[in-house]
């Protein structure tokens, strides 16, 4: 299979790529400057299957805002958008800023959030009544700005705002062309093309220029990676049982599998017998990429299966770091407990897992949650660990981010007390430091 693009093909892209940097906008996959135009975009949609989390009410700006002000209200917005700035640009919006207002090269800090990935900023925007189909100057949408760079989770984020999916610029290229024929053969346009395929895309139309579809460029550029996405998303035969199927795909890691079910309509939040979702049941076996595209179509990261726990709580257990990435943009409760009464700090400082327990204290979970045994995290590395390495980092990294070495177990015995009792006296030297 050759890498070599058509001479049509070529020519276009290389036209396409160099208008776009002419307008000031992006090479696939590279930094936009602030103030440069963004193409070329575009993207459609039909009704999605599978529903989004629950969202604020989209507000207007207020109306008392003059002329003047409003226009340099808009630019300062548009300004933080390049710049990530959400603090700033959430004070900003509060002030009266539109999230819809362009400068002259058609950018708007809606269209700005999709194109530079910024998932925060996108959901400030929706939230205050961004026009979910409005264009840049290459009349694309924010989902083919989003698919060209390989933003996943802004691409489900897109769809489940009802973004049309299936758009087609002014080049000929819809959200799924471009995340193929600009895009490269790397997990994130993987993961792209299958958060398209689970929301719905068209896939077999062919573009304007090249009259080839998503597939044949893919065959076309040499990606064996999204040649073998697009190669099952388009010949996969439909399944009796989409619920079933999702959550066995989920379960053996198959991500794949999970976006041709959510496809073909199954329920995101479809449970097993124990009640667990496809969610969970990946972040069990922590399969990232199966979860990828799962928290980009909207699954909660909160769902009790009958053991009370959740994928959230799960990544405690697993120690996986990589999971709790995944996770995090969804938003998780970091104050649900688990059977034991525990949050994933306690489970994680338990087992020795020092990357985990150095990631999680940096999210604002409590590190002194005492669980229904009474113990904290800290006591737990003490009680259950085994006074080794990993458990002196633990104590260390637990100190470090705050946790209270005073707090008793409800004996009244100290993780200082108990780090004598066991004889571990490196633990113990680390809870007498000052």
Known sequence: MSARLPVAGLVVAVLT?????????PTPGGPTPAGSAVGPA?????????TSQTTPPRTAPPSSVGTAQRARL???LRDAAWRDDLAAARALVERGADVDAKDDTQQSAYLIAASEGRLGLLRLALAHGARVDDKDSWNGTALIRAAERGHA?????????????DHVNRIGYQAV???VWLGRDTQRYVDTVRVLVAGGAELVRRSRDEQLTPLEMARERGFDRLTGVLVRATSDKPVADLDAALLAAAARGDADGVALALRAGADLEARDGHRRTALLLASTGDHVETARVLVAMGADPDALDDRHDTPWLVTGVTGSVAMLEVLLPAGPDLTIRNRYGGVSVIPAS???????V???VTTG???????????TALLEAVLLGDGGERHQQIVRILLDAGADRAIADKDGVTALEHARQKWYAAIARILEAD
């Open 74 to 76: 808009d630019a300062a």
């Open 365 to 375: 979970i409590d590190v002194d949650h005492v669980n229904d045994l009474g113990w």
């Open 358 to 360: 150095r990631r999680v």
């Open 42 to 50: 575009t993207g459609s949609r039909a009704t999605p299957r599978v």
């Open 177 to 179: 062309h471009e995340a």
């Open 17 to 25: 790529l160099a208008a776009a940097c002419t307008a000031g906008g």
């Open 153 to 165: 989770a802004v691409v489900g984020e897109l769809l489940r705002a009802g973004i049309d999916r």
């Open 350 to 356: 338990e087992r020795g897992h020092v990357d985990y």
